[in-house]
């Protein structure tokens, strides 16, 4: 007989979507580049130096030992830390898959480099620049995410618990203290709480309405009758 299959369990079909986690990776490498080419051209007429591929998609140009290799790290550092950060708190929004999509930004970006110059880098600089653009993209990105998730929710114009608490706190301010001297005053004159009449009795002056053995203490005051 043949052996019967076990049945997926519920959400499993939800909490692994491989075509979605690539998507979202394209996504998010595309907008690592675009941005970059953006600062790069930017910066490039700034300066007055003559852009080239070998910019975006060389390591020779981030460097230590002159201004344009300094401002090259500049520009990857801003790329790679805070705006890939802001991407995937927008696109992502789970503080447990930050480190996975930040670290594969940065891994892909070197398979890249490495393509292109069919060398690894061998820059000093580039490498510092890379590590420490994923590691400030992780940090950035998992306190957005976590900031996010910690916002209320709006359901239907309202903030979700938000009823019941602010019903309940209400009901707890506008009712006097167990200890108050108004409601003690109360019971002393033959009212209830809520100006019920028929509870008509208060506690006696054996602290707290306890006597010896335990028990209440109370004593009887004259009640009021309706006329």
Known sequence: MA???RP????ALHELQPLRTAAQIAVLQLLFYAIALVLIVFTSLVAGQPFGVDLLLG???V???NTQGWLMAFVWLFDGALCMAVAIVILIARS????DFALTIHFLHLVVVTLYTRSLPRHSMWWLTMFASSAAAVGLATWGCRYRELQPVFFGGRILGAGDGGASSAARASSP???SSTGHADLEA??????DDVTGYVHGGRGKGRGKDGQGDYEMVQMKTSS
Request: net charge positive; charged share 35%; hydrophobic share 15%.
């Open 177 to 179: 203290p167990p200890g």
């Open 8 to 11: 997926p369990r519920a959400g």
């Open 3 to 5: 052996r019967r299959r």
């Open 59 to 61: 390591w020779e140009s």
């Open 190 to 195: 033959g009212h209830g709480p809520d100006g």
């Open 96 to 99: 447990k898959l930050v480190p």
């Open 63 to 65: 460097r230590g030992d």
